[in-house]
């Protein structure tokens, strides 16, 4: 007969207890990934986009299936991103010549820690998941796209949209802020306003701009493809 110690008793309750925290884990994570997706899929509005002009605007989405960010034009009615952005900034300041800009906006230590997946950790995600005031732009200077797949997606706005597209990316930049190396010689960082946490992702800053713009997309926009699944 084996004989039932305190200590069995004691290591009994703790696997219950482990079995329990897991479970109760992966519920809030099965919930999470299933109310973004839900939210993603309802449009806040559902006007859809005015005509567009001679004078219309396009801008592109680009997904790297976890992150996305906003392409837009140097100039085009009447905003300029040239002195926002400065080619003095890069530490090769010729790709300033190219035309575009790609604008994402992140956590600072999930940007600056993670040049390429293979460097993501856990640790990293957890702790930009909780919630993080450190948050940045990233800015690419890259040619207009010039195919679109489903990494990239072309979007038409209105003068008055592509306005206040603009006005909300300006003002998520901190003025006077810091200013950091990018990854690349074509990219650099820019010290930006806003608190980072996992309601308040990447994908979730992208949605609001787009929304901000009147351009229809989810009511919640926490994962890339709730971005890039409405175009």
């Keep these: ?21 897991a479970a109760a884990i992966a519920l809030i994570l099965f919930g999470y990934f299933g109310l973004g ?11 859809p986009l005015p005509a567009a002009g001679a004078d219309a605007v396009t801008i592109f989405v680009e997904s790297s299936a976890i992150h996305t ?9 009447g905003v300029d991103w040239r002195d926002w952005a400065p080619g003095q900034d890069l530490r090769d300041p010729r ?15 999930f940007f600056l820690d993670t040049p390429t997946w293979r460097d993501l950790h856990p640790a990293t995600v957890l702790a930009a998941a909780i919630g993080s005031d450190r948050t940045l732009i990233h800015i690419d200077h890259i040619p207009a796209p010039t195919r679109l797949d ?4 072309r979007i038409v706005l209105t003068p008055d949209q592509y306005r206040r597209l603009s006005a909300y990316i300006r003002v998520s930049v ?5 200013r950091y190396p990018g990854y690349f010689d074509y990219d650099a960082f820019y010290e930006a306003r806003g ?12 949605g609001d701009a787009l929304r901000r713009a009147g351009v229809r997309v989810g009511m919640w926009t926490p994962f890339a493809v709730t971005v890039v699944g409405w175009f």
């Design 1 to 21: 007969m084996m004989m039932v110690t305190n200590e069995t008793i004691s290591w009994r309750r703790l696997g219950h207890v482990a079995r329990g925290s």
């Design 37 to 47: 997706l839900m939210l993603g899929a309802l449009p806040r509005t559902t006007a």
């Design 69 to 77: 960010a906003i392409i837009v034009p140097k100039q085009a009615t």
């Design 95 to 109: 790709y300033a010549g190219h035309d575009h800009i790609a604008i994402g906006w992140g956590e600072a230590r």
């Design 150 to 153: 489903d990494d990239v997606r």
């Design 174 to 178: 901190v003025p006077g802020g810091g």
């Design 195 to 206: 608190h980072y946490d996992a309601m308040r992702t990447c994908n979730a800053w992208v």
